[in-house]
Every structure is written in C-alpha cells, then in structure tokens.
C-alpha cells in the first residue's frame, strides 16, 4: 500500500508561483515513477509532469518552460511559475506509472490562479 499526501496549493495571482509537494510513503521505491496530474472542472484529468526512477523527465506541453518537476527519495514536487488562471485546477500526486498513471494516487490539492 502506498499513501500520498499533496500539500503547497492555494490561491495566486496570475503570474504568480506556486510549488507542490508530495509526500509518499507505504511500498514504494525510488525506482517507481511519481507524476502530477491535474483536473479541472468539467475536463478529463491530465498528465503535468511525469518523472521516472532513472531520472528521465515527461512533461506536458503547456507545462514546459513554465513548471519544473523534482524529486528527493520519496517527496515530488512541482515548481509552478509564470501561472496562469487556465491553470486552475486540483493537482493530483500520482505514483507507479510514466506512459500512462500508476495505481496510486493522493487526495489532490487546489490550485486557483486569479486574472
């Protein structure tokens, strides 16, 4: 079993910044791949940046130049700069997949950027 824990969301103005934070813990190992993914309403929810044991980096379009992932063991996070208000959306910390989500995912945390 492992349990993750998001925490670093909250309310910014645009072009402001913002940094998540995933703690993990449970059976999980620094080889398993950990991820952002976020939902906003009324959309399907969508890869942000994906980073896998071996260091090798995934992120989707909207995110590069403007989000950095990161990973220390078994904490991720995710420097948001530069945001925007279609950034809006819950932020989910995801852990055991890189091509497509693995099987565990945190409680998700807000992120709200004003216009």
């Known amino acids: 079993q492992v349990e993750l824990v998001e925490s670093g969301g909250g309310l910014v103005q645009a072009g402001g910044s913002l940094r998540l934070s995933c703690a993990a813990s449970?059976?999980?190992?620094?080889?398993?791949?950990m991820g952002w993914y976020r939902q906003a309403p009324g959309k399907q929810r969508e890869l942000v940046a994906v980073v896998r044991g071996d260091g090798l980096l995934n992120y989707a379009d909207f995110a590069k130049g403007r989000f950095t992932v990161s990973r220390d063991n078994a904490k991720l996070y995710l420097q948001m700069n530069t945001l925007e208000p279609d950034d809006t959306a819950s932020y989910y910390c995801?852990?055991?997949?890189?091509?497509?989500?693995?099987?565990?995912w945190g409680q998700g945390i807000q992120v709200t950027v004003s216009s």
């Open positions: 449970g059976s999980i190992s620094k080889f398993n791949p």
């Open positions: 995801n852990a055991g997949g890189y091509n497509n989500p693995g099987p565990w």
